[in-house]
């Protein structure tokens, strides 16, 4: 079992960006999401099931994987 962890952030993003990701389907400045699942694609089903991710932009985007086999800090996130 892991925790696949996908994080992105529209703060700083401009017309310039066109080819940004946009990985949920409403307006957002930072988007995260956490999935616990034996494998990436199990995750993606669950995220497809859940109706709120857009897929495609979110698979471009590889996520943190954490297994879950030893004591870790699981996640941190800091904005300046």
């Not at 099931?49 to 996130?77: K, V």
């Amino acid at each position: 079992m892991h925790i696949y962890l996908w994080r992105h952030s529209n703060q700083f993003s401009s017309w310039s960006m066109i080819d940004e990701p946009q990985i949920y389907n409403d307006r957002y400045t930072s988007a995260e999401v956490a999935v616990m699942a034996t494998s990436k694609e199990e995750a993606y089903q669950l995220l497809a099931q859940d109706g709120h991710w857009n897929m495609d932009d979110l698979q471009r985007i590889e996520p943190e994987i954490i297994p879950l086999d030893a004591s870790r800090i699981l996640t941190s996130h800091i904005l300046f």
